[in-house]
């Protein structure tokens, strides 16, 4: 716990709770409240009351008083619900009356300041806040505040009606109480709430036409009857008080479920919806038996009616949430019957996205799933005209009946553009998902769906599928990007599925088409490069079919793509040559295709472009072609060292001279890329010292981080290849790259520095242990570089920043924080060995890692500033982190 906050917190505390001041920024509150959770979770053997009593006194005061600010009260309820989290916290509160003052909405600041929203959602995350306890529990029970719950369950801001949900579940699942004749009784029932809801789902004929009592199931839902859960009622802790006390508010909120469920208000039956899918998962048994039992009627009566398409979604949610319980494998509980007639609603838009939920589902039977499946189907099969599934649907089940009865609809809505467009989208969306998952093939073919949607990509390329074929919908769809896009993500997904690859030939095809269109949208092109790609990949790029492909076809389509007038379209093309590349590198044909297209003249000249992404890609396009071709032994005919030798060149300028920094920041990632390559290019060597000073004297701070991470790559490189650590510290001199690490550790960017204090360290650690090794076997050390500080400008900086304190030496001990002199420090040459010892690197690594504004973003300084705002009034906005 920190002290020096803790003593400000009566301050603090006098400030909010005077009723003449306003805070600037009432957000601070929040954090505030933030920091007093983490002291909670850090001191749970303490109690933050016994430390600060003003907090007492602060909540006391604020909820007597009747002029308080709402938001204030707002928080002053949420902090009491966090101190009476515990039994301790909680009976301290209770004994100076704080509990009842904040919850019990008998009278004070709550009562009269209820109007605001504020307030009552504060109100809620307070309870909420406190329900860890019996004893809570049992207070909600005995103030009767579970009816008060459930109407702001309905309140007017969705905030609050949000946060009442979440209550109501916490308490579901706060305790799974046992549900006995006693309780039933007590909440004004004559019978155990097992026969009762039996009687009650008797009434009226269910939508199910499979019930519990054709299954010959008797038993309630929970498996477990009341009698055999009478002899484990448990008792709260300290007061004796037995299960019917708290079970009260369980039935009371069951009842509710059921009552809301059947309501004509249709916002009331969405938030009965809500709390069962938020509640269910974490009910147990026997209460999820008593809840489920509750809502099954009322849901079944929901799903029958005819027009409320617009429930079946969070109706769906429900089922989601209860095919994670016990209840699932219930065949009384009909959940799968429930989903089955989801699926039969009058909307085919509300059917596809209920079906593609039941396909994700693990444990789903293989006929429901089937259904789903050929749902989300259903509007791609209408448009192409081609049957996907291969087994027709049951007959007896009358699912066969309702597709019939749905087609005339699903043709009317496909007929209306906007309709059309919307539930191919859906369908493709889904086709997406479910291929990566393996859930779409139950009983469709991944190579008839994969044709699919190559006939609705021709389509809206304007072309039908067949003569015979012609639908009038076809209209709508020629030109709709959202289609094609949505069909292309459709084609991505469905290239890692077995049996799609027998129409990889056409799949080329069809992309192909899409690149050489000229009226393709740039974000459709894009999506047809990376399906490109994901189907290229799909075969070895060795085979001849595909090296004839990739050089007669894709690569002169390439070169149109590289020039044309929108940048997107460039830049993506660039992208896919360089994806293209780097999965290609082990290809001789390919790398001697590319750089026989003349593509890599067009590269070049894309360096020259007006838009600093593509000449960043143009970069990277470049690095991985020069990279691929060295890869394979010699660079080929096609590609000569004089071509080499300008890329070179030219990137080296661009480094010097380029204006944005995403174009630098390629050029050095060319490099480290060329130089992890087993056999580094020969003519890198003599241009690293250049590149590595340009870098880390770049204005951009990611160029100075990629440069590091060259002389990270050059230092290991050169460590380990060298026989001797002398040998490998003046190769690494004659680089510039101790240089280079010392001017990254004095950087003003903390990224910066951080890496070149990770790299220095590094560094001193194999110093230390080659070092001495190789002392062993000689009388004399081993000699490293020196540096004549006075004469560089690193050096000049690193005195200048010792003398202020900006950098920690080793063994200083100057009180006033001005570091050690700059006299300390030879005038003369001065051996790396020195430079390493004298500076604690250690020390700047902590440092470093503490972010640029800890001291800003602390508790301390939040509530500094409350006071400061307390001292001089409204001139002055509170810091808020």
């Not at 009762?196 to 036409?209: C, D, F, R």
Request: with cysteine.
């Amino acid at each position: 716990m920190d002290n020096d906050c803790i003593a400000l917190l009566p301050g603090v505390l006098t400030f909010l709770a005077d009723p003449k001041q306003s805070l600037p920024d009432d957000t601070c509150l929040e954090k505030l409240l933030d920091w007093l959770v983490s002291i909670v979770k850090e001191d749970d053997d303490r109690n933050l009351l016994d430390k600060q009593p003003s907090l007492l006194e602060f909540l006391s005061g604020m909820f007597d008083s009747k002029t308080a600010d709402p938001i204030i009260l707002s928080f002053a309820l949420k902090l009491t619900g966090l101190l009476a989290a515990t039994e301790k916290g909680f009976g301290r509160l209770d004994e100076r009356g704080v509990v009842r003052g904040a919850f019990a909405c008998e009278g004070g600041a709550v009562k009269v300041q209820w109007d605001e929203a504020s307030v009552r959602c504060g109100w809620l995350l307070g309870l909420r806040g406190m329900l860890q306890h019996g004893q809570a529990m049992l207070f909600i029970s005995e103030s009767g505040l579970t009816r008060l719950i459930l109407k702001l369950q309905c309140d007017r801001s969705l905030f609050v009606a949000a946060a009442a949900n979440q209550l109501l579940a916490h308490i579901l699942n706060f305790r799974h109480q046992p549900i006995t004749q006693q309780t039933a009784k007590e909440n004004g029932h004559d019978q155990p709430i097992t026969d009762q809801a039996a009687e009650e789902n008797g009434h009226g004929q269910p939508i199910m036409e499979q019930s519990a009592e054709k299954n010959g199931e008797d038993q309630p839902i929970t498996g477990q009857t009341a009698e055999e859960n009478e002899d484990d009622r448990p008792i709260t802790e300290q007061t004796g008080h037995t299960v019917p006390e708290c079970s009260a508010v369980t039935m009371e909120i069951v009842g509710h479920i059921e009552e809301a469920l059947a309501s004509h208000e249709h916002f009331r039956v969405l938030q009965a919806l809500r709390l069962l899918a938020l509640s269910l998962p974490g009910c147990g048994a026997p209460l999820l038996g008593s809840v489920w039992r509750a809502a099954l009627h009322p849901l079944e009566t929901l799903l029958e009616a005819g027009g409320t398409n617009n429930i079946s979604l969070p109706v769906m949610e429900v089922l989601q949430a209860a095919s994670t319980t016990e209840l699932f494998d219930q065949s009384e509980a009909r959940v799968e019957e429930l989903m089955r007639a989801t699926l039969r609603v009058d909307d085919p838009k509300i059917a596809i996205q209920c079906a593609s939920a039941i396909t994700r589902l693990q444990n789903c039977s293989e006929t429901l799933k089937k259904m789903a499946v050929g749902i989300v189907l259903q509007p791609l099969e209408f448009i192409t005209g081609s049957p996907l599934q291969s087994q027709q649907l049951d007959s007896e089940t009358g699912d066969a009946e309702h597709f019939n009865h749905w087609q005339p609809v699903l043709s009317e809505q496909l007929s209306q553009k906007s309709m059309c467009i919307s539930l191919l989208s859906l369908s493709l969306s889904s086709v997406a998902e479910l291929s990566l998952s393996n859930s779409l093939f139950v009983d469709a073919p991944a190579q008839s769906v994969t044709g699919a949607v190559l006939q609705l990509l021709k389509v809206c390329l304007g072309q039908s599928p067949s003569p015979m074929a012609y639908n009038k919908s076809f209209l709508h769809l020629i030109g709709c990007s959202r289609v094609q896009r949505c069909g292309l993500d459709a084609l991505i997904s469905l290239s890692s599925c077995e049996g799609s690859q027998g129409l990889r030939k056409e799949v080329l095809d069809v992309l192909l088409q899409y690149l050489e269109n000229p009226d393709s949208d740039p974000t459709v092109l894009q999506k047809a490069l990376q399906a490109l790609l994901k189907w290229i990949c799909v075969q070895s790029p060795d085979s001849s079919d595909q090296t004839h492909f990739l050089a007669h076809n894709l690569f002169p389509a390439l070169m149109k793509r590289v020039c044309d007038v929108h940048w997107e379209v460039r830049d993506s093309t660039l992208e896919f040559i360089t994806q293209l590349t780097v999965n290609s590198k082990d290809c001789v044909a390919l790398s001697s295709a590319l750089w026989g297209s003349g593509i890599v003249s067009l590269l070049l000249a894309c360096l020259d472009d007006s838009e600093g992404y593509v000449r960043a890609s143009a970069v990277s396009a470049l690095g991985q072609a020069v990279t691929a071709a060295h890869h394979q032994g010699e660079l080929n005919a096609n590609s000569p060292d004089s071509l080499t030798g300008d890329v070179l060149t030219r990137l080296v300028a661009i480094l010097s001279d380029d204006t944005e920094g995403f174009p630098r920041r390629a050029v050095i990632k060319a490099f480290i890329g060329w130089q992890s390559a087993p056999r580094p290019l020969a003519c890198l060597q003599h241009s690293l010292p250049g590149v590595l000073t340009l870098g880390i004297d770049d204005f951009d701070w990611e160029v100075k981080v990629h440069t590091l991470e060259l002389a990270e790559t050059l230092m290991d490189q050169t460590l380990s290849g060298c026989p001797t650590l002398a040998e490998a510290l003046e190769k690494l001199h004659e680089h510039g790259t101790f240089c280079v690490l010392f001017k990254g550790l004095l950087d003003c960017d903390r990224p910066v520095a951080q890496k070149a204090c990770q790299l220095l360290l590094k560094l001193r650690e194999v110093m230390e242990v080659k070092g001495h090794e190789e002392e062993e076997g000689s009388t004399t050390g081993v000699d490293t570089p020196t540096f004549h500080l006075q004469s560089q400008q690193w050096g000049e900086d690193l005195l200048r920043k010792c003398k202020e304190g900006g950098v920690v030496v080793v063994g200083e001990s100057d009180s006033s924080g001005e570091g050690r002199p700059e006299g300390d420090w030879p005038r003369g040459e001065v051996s790396l060995r020195e430079v390493m010892s004298r500076l604690d690197l250690e020390g700047m690594r902590e440092a470093l890692t503490q972010s640029s504004d800890h001291a800003m973003a602390s508790p301390r300084s939040l509530m500094e500033d409350i006071l400061v705002a307390a001292r001089q009034g409204d001139d002055n906005a509170v810091d808020c982190y």
